[in-house]
């Protein structure tokens, strides 16, 4: 090879050398920053991957954040619910203790309705006070909308969840055959009465009684209905001096009116029989075409995202079979958004449980349970108990509709989103973060060739000093 002043051995070398030292650089930030792909020109098609799976993983973070929330405001509810059902166990069972008028005094009497008035006092304290982040939780304001609702027909709705994509749905509800309490039409003849001893058996248990050979109908009526809050048994004279005609006091399969003479007397006043049993029938509904399910009087209906329960009225429940009333629902409840887009929203209703609000419209409401209300222990103690049991099924039904929908909605949700973010974050760090190992390699590959080039540059300079002695 000649000697000339263009010395391109040098020209290569710086080339090489740039090259080396660009690389050099991009091993450097890879290694400073943790990424492999720090611009697009580094991986185009992983750069498109890596941002599409960053906004992915992003909105499952809010997603899992979301659900966070909701979990943490339906527990402060729970807590809520479980205060409530210990009040009204107090109040139901301080209204049985008062039904047995006969072996309290009066002022034993007014201490039960003093506590009763202030666990009442209590509840509506509960649920004014009951917040999450600001929002009331049960006074109703989480509660969804209905419209066009009959109260000669419809009574006490409450929508458990709703479309929220579906502005309003309507439901048209047809008796098929109506409901019935248990009925002994004539059970204790007159001429049976005598030094007797029955046992009255209901729904809510057994009770005892002892007829004394002196007492006529009437007193023994009296005894059977002092023990209603005790039994769920009602009786009635059919006349003055015919018979005692006993009922349960729902309706309902689950309800049924059992007497039995243990001793003394016979029953129908006349032959052998010593036990008489009847059982009440539950209503067949149906609403939209759709069987319901339906204990006595109370209808669930459930249809995709819609879930309600209403009582239908005992004038509705007397209407001929084919009978219909309709309602609508519409707007409110509380709406919660379980994933990542639209589709994964769910809205709930959580109805207010004021006492004006918990019980039946035949029954009765808690708040009448007050002094001086209709209801009061001194008033109707039996009764006072019906609606304080009453109001414990409504409670426990809305707290565990909404606990169901905490343990099998929010909490399933946050779990498949916690696993959707581990499957996300490894797939982003396969595209995105640099083999430390291998770069530190190639790191150090590169700092060798930097320095050969380096040298061998110097050696290709002396070229210039070999013709500069062929000259002198």
Same mark, same amino acid.
């Given at each position: 090879m000649p000697l000339t002043i263009n010395n391109s051995n040098s020209l290569t070398l710086l080339g090489? &050398?740039?090259?080396? =030292?660009?690389?050099? =650089? !991009?091993?450097?930030?890879? &290694?400073?920053?943790?990424?492999?792909?720090?611009?697009?020109? !580094? !991986?185009?098609? *992983?750069?498109?991957?890596?941002? =599409?799976?960053?906004t992915e993983l992003k909105g499952v973070d809010s997603a899992i954040s979301n659900n966070q929330r909701t979990d943490s405001m339906l527990s402060v509810a729970d807590n809520a619910f479980g205060q409530i059902s210990g009040l009204l166990s107090d109040v139901q069972r301080l209204a049985q203790a008062s039904a047995n008028s006969a072996g309290l005094s009066a002022d034993e009497l007014a201490a039960n309705q003093a506590q009763i008035d202030n666990a009442i006092s209590a509840i509506d304290r509960i649920v004014r006070t009951t917040e999450f982040n600001g929002k009331k939780l049960l006074d109703g304001s989480q509660g969804i909308n209905v419209s066009g609702v009959s109260s000669s027909n419809i009574s006490d709705v409450r929508v458990f969840n709703r479309d929220p994509n579906a502005s309003s749905t309507s439901l048209n509800v047809t008796l098929q055959s109506s409901a019935s309490r248990a009925a002994l039409t004539s059970v204790i003849a007159?001429?049976?009465v005598g030094a007797t001893t029955l046992t009255i058996q209901g729904s809510l248990g057994t009770a005892t009684i002892e007829v004394l050979s002196?007492?006529?109908?009437?007193?023994?009526?009296?005894?059977?209905n002092a023990a209603t809050a005790q039994t769920g048994v009602v009786a009635s004279q059919t006349s003055a001096t015919a018979a005692i005609a006993l009922r349960s006091q729902d309706y309902g399969a689950d309800e049924f009116a059992r007497v039995t003479v243990l001793s003394g007397g016979t029953l129908f006043g006349s032959g052998t029989v010593s036990n008489a049993v009847d059982y009440g029938d539950d209503a067949n509904v149906s609403v939209n075409g759709q069987t319901t399910a339906v204990d006595g009087l109370n209808?669930? %209906?459930?249809? *995709?995202? &819609?879930?309600?329960? %209403?009582?239908?009225t005992e004038s509705f429940n007397s209407s001929a079979a084919g009978t219909s009333s309709s309602f609508s629902v519409t707007t409110g409840g509380a709406t919660f958004q379980l994933g990542t887009d639209d589709n994964t929203k769910a809205t709930i209703g959580i109805d207010g449980l004021f006492s004006q609000q918990l019980g039946s419209a035949t029954l009765g409401y808690l708040s009448s349970l007050?002094?001086?209300g209709s209801n009061s222990v001194t008033s109707d103690a039996s009764n006072a108990s019906a609606i304080?049991?009453?109001?414990s099924k409504m409670v426990a039904k809305a707290q565990g509709r909404i606990g169901g929908f905490q343990k099998f909605q929010v909490k399933t949700a946050a779990s498949q989103m916690a696993t959707t973010k581990e499957s996300l974050t490894s797939a982003l760090s396969t595209i995105r973060d640099v083999d430390y190992a291998t770069e530190t390699a190639n790191l150090n590959q590169q700092n060798v060739l930097l320095q050969s080039a380096i040298s061998l540059l110097g050696v290709a300079n002396q070229q210039s000093s070999q013709i500069l002695a062929l000259l002198r």
């Open positions: 090489i &050398l740039n090259r080396t =030292s660009a690389n050099q =650089s !991009d091993a450097l930030t890879r &290694l400073s920053t943790g990424s492999r792909i720090n611009k697009g020109a !580094d !991986d185009p098609a *992983g750069l498109i991957a890596m941002r =599409s799976l960053e007159n001429s049976s002196t007492e006529n109908l009437s007193a023994v009526t009296a005894k059977i209808v669930n %209906f459930s249809n *995709g995202e &819609l879930n309600v329960s %209403f009582n239908i007050k002094s001086g304080a049991a009453e109001a």
